[in-house]
């Protein structure tokens, strides 16, 4: 499995991005997909997933703003970013897992880290006026 990340990049608060992630390598596909972010001296937090049905799941911090979606005949995973804010500035990574992992838990956004499949190799989001 590979995930190769595309986008990002520099932009002004309240401006937009799009991340893109080809995603290769699955016989049917990945059940869960995700995108994570990482700021300098923080811990990686996720931010957004989708399961293969297309249900969605969102950090509170980027509900209203960020849109995690799929084309699933071109296996590439995208999240529109827009209305940004410099609390949003970190290295991005999306993930996939063939698992249909659940991403909530009592009603609790949950973005789990560990055991998954593939990682895309990052891309800068920096989000300064």
């Known amino acids: 499995v590979q995930l190769v990340q595309s986008g990002g990049g520099s932009v002004q608060p309240g401006g937009s991005l799009t991340l893109s992630c080809a995603v290769s390598g699955y016989r049917t596909g990945p059940n869960y997909m995700a995108w994570y972010r990482q700021a300098a001296g923080k811990e990686r937090e996720g931010v957004a997933s989708?399961?293969?049905?297309?249900?969605?799941t969102y950090q509170e911090s980027v509900k209203g703003r960020f849109t995690i979606s799929q084309d699933k005949v071109k296996n590439i995973l995208y999240l529109q970013m827009d209305n940004l804010k410099t609390e949003d500035s970190a290295e991005y990574f999306c993930?996939?897992?063939?698992?249909?992992?659940?991403?909530?838990?009592?009603?609790?956004?949950?973005?789990?880290?560990?055991?998954?499949?593939?990682w895309g190799q990052g891309t800068l989001v920096t989000v300064s006026s």
């Open positions: 989708i399961d293969r049905a297309g249900k969605t």
């Open positions: 993930a996939a897992d063939s698992r249909a992992i659940s991403s909530v838990v009592a009603g609790t956004p949950v973005f789990t880290k560990n055991g998954l499949d593939a």
